[in-house]
């Protein structure tokens, strides 16, 4: 089993910034990829950034060039830095890792954008 805690969310204007962070613990042995994803209310859940374990990373066209994912060393933590944010960022992010193939997810943490 993987257990994923998510942190960093919180209420913010437009235009701040938040970093997200989300720790796994638990059978982590063979992490694939880790990323964000984000759901707003009446929408569908969507990726927002993704990063593997070579370092490639993946990113929806509405964050590109203000939100960064990155990784720690020890592969069990994953980020999100979240600059230049819109009231349209709101949403539940949650972190999802791929270990051995199949998906797990943290609960989320809300992040509201006030305009």
């Known amino acids: 089993q993987v257990q994923l805690v998510e942190s960093g969310g919180g209420l913010v204007q437009a235009g701040g910034s938040l970093r997200l962070s989300c720790v796994a613990s638990g059978s982590i042995f063979s992490i694939s990829a880790m990323g964000w994803y984000r759901q707003a209310p009446g929408k569908q859940r969507e990726l927002v950034a993704q990063i593997t374990t070579s370092g490639r990373t993946n990113y929806a066209g509405p964050v590109k060039g203000r939100f960064t994912i990155s990784r720690a060393d020890n592969e069990n933590t994953v980020y999100l830095q979240m600059n230049s944010l819109k009231p349209e960022d709101t949403a539940l992010y949650y972190c999802?890792?791929?270990?051995?193939?199949?998906?797990?997810w943290g609960r989320g943490t809300q992040v509201t954008v006030s305009s």
């Open positions: 999802n890792f791929v270990n051995y193939g199949r998906g797990y």
